[in-house]
């Protein structure tokens, strides 16, 4: 089946930082990827969604200048997170929508734990 | 949450029991889906329900879908210790998957 890969599981940077987590769909193109935002004990929060070769559209309240994103090819989105602080520190998950028999379906990531000290 | 909200936010039951999580959510849908999500990992697919579906079953789980009511709700039968995690629900609309506040079960042996 459909595989979305991301990298680093865990990266720990000091604040002040920048720090980039890869998405990848390991077996099939993806147009459209998406990349959310969870707190411990909390739900998943859209941030934005990431069109290849266009800008990402992001979320109310997310801001676009701290969480860069680029979709260049139709495999691979990365997120950036500029100027890390600690209140940054949470896990990040991507998906990324495939065009199958069964219509778009959306495959998970296995996320990406960020520690910023 | 950005689409609505799950009930209870924490369950505790037996093994054995039956676990039933309930999902309210606020726009028109195309589907509805529930993953689970183990502590600190990724998100499993359990089940999707269509909008013009009321009632779908995959082996211990029965989710029914009331769009008049905008609610949804995912049933576990005969829970099993394996089956403690977080639980949520997920609407599909204009593209994008929302997901609601979810609920931790915990299924003690």
């Known amino acids: 089946g459909a595989v979305v890969s991301q990298h680093p599981s865990r990266v720990i940077c000091k604040s002040g930082t920048s720090v980039k987590i890869e998405c990848r769909s390991l077996?099939?193109?993806?147009?459209?990827m998406f990349w959310y935002r969870q707190f411990p004990k909390k739900s998943l929060m859209l941030m934005a969604t990431s069109n290849e070769g266009s800008k990402a559209t992001y979320e109310q309240g997310v801001e676009k200048d701290k969480f860069l994103i680029n979709h260049a090819s139709l495999t691979l989105s990365t997120l950036t997170v500029t100027s890390a602080h600690p209140e940054d520190s949470s896990f990040y998950i991507c998906?990324?929508?495939?065009?199958?028999?069964?219509?778009?379906?959306?495959?998970f990531g296995e996320g990406s734990w960020l520690t910023v000290v | 949450s950005q689409q609505g909200e799950e009930d209870p936010q924490a369950l505790s039951i037996q093994e054995g029991e039956n676990a039933t999580m309930n999902c309210s959510y606020k726009?028109?849908?195309?589907?509805l889906q529930w993953y689970r999500q183990n502590s600190g990992r990724g998100l499993v697919h359990l089940i999707l329900?269509?909008?013009?579906?009321r009632e779908k079953h995959s082996g211990r789980l029965r989710v029914t879908l009331d769009t008049s009511k905008k609610s949804s709700s995912l049933l576990i039968t005969a829970s099993r210790a394996a089956d403690t995690a977080s639980y949520f629900c997920?609407?599909?609309?204009?593209?994008?998957?929302?997901f609601g506040s979810g609920t931790r079960l915990l299924v003690r042996p």
């Open positions: 726009t028109s849908i195309n589907n």
């Open positions: 077996d099939f193109q993806a147009t459209t």
């Open positions: 998906s990324a929508s495939a065009l199958t028999k069964s219509g778009n379906t959306i495959y």
């Open positions: 329900i269509r909008s013009n579906e």
């Open positions: 997920a609407t599909l609309s204009s593209y994008k998957l929302i």
